[in-house]
Structures are given as C-alpha cells and as structure tokens.
C-alpha cells in the first residue's frame, strides 16, 4: 500500500524560508504528479503546485516566484522550498500523489496527513 510521509514544516518568520519534503513509500505505480496544496484556518484547500513525472510545473498566482517544486523520481520524493514566505502562507499543507498501479493499471490520488506552517509577521 502507498503511503506518504511528509516533513519540514515548522515556524518561520515572514521573510524567511522552509523546505516542505513529501516522500511515497512504496514501488508498484508510476507517479503522475505529485504536489502541495494548503489549507488556511477557515478557508478552502488550494493547490499551492505540482510537477508531473514529465517534469513539468505549475503554481498557484499567490506564490509564484517565490516557491519552487522539484521531484526526485527515483526517490519518489517530492520537495516544495518556499522563500519570502508571508503570513498568509500559513496553513496545513497536504502532499498530493497522483499514480497508475502496475498491476491494476487502476489510476488514484494519495493525500499525506498534513504539516503545518506558520509565518509569523
């Protein structure tokens, strides 16, 4: 069964940066995408970003230019470094896994249990 972990978050002072790291456990899929979406108090979840296994990105108008997402395809690890982080940056932030099963050739959509970040002013 595909699990995955994530870790990095933490408090940072707005500004500053961290770096968000999600890792799938596992060896019988191929990956589709992987990315980050966030959840502020009170608000909806939003996709922050994802990169698909051919490499290509996509971000969220909010924080574009200042995160960057990267994968290691071999790792299966999927890394969200976000700088100049503001406030409004706060939230739960959710590791996504979008994967085709090789025996199944079934597709489906892995979410991580959340790690939250804080940015305080």
């Not at 500053?16 to 456990?25: E, F, H, P, T, V």
């Not at 490499?55 to 995160?67: E, H, I, L, P």
């Amino acid at each position: 069964q595909v699990q995955l972990v994530e870790s990095g978050g933490g408090l940072v002072q707005a500004g500053g940066s961290l770096k968000l790291s999600c890792a799938a456990s596992g060896s019988s899929f191929s990956t589709i995408a992987m990315g980050w979406s966030r959840q502020a108090p009170g608000k909806q979840r939003e996709l922050v970003a994802f990169v698909t296994s051919g490499g290509s990105t996509n971000y969220a108008d909010s924080v574009k230019g200042r995160f960057t997402i990267s994968s290691d395809d071999v790792r299966k690890t999927v890394y969200l470094q976000m700088d100049s982080m503001r406030p409004e940056d706060t939230g739960t932030y959710y590791c996504n896994l979008k994967l085709i099963d090789w025996g199944t050739a079934k597709h489906s959509e892995l979410w991580g249990q959340g790690t939250l970040v804080t940015v305080s002013s």
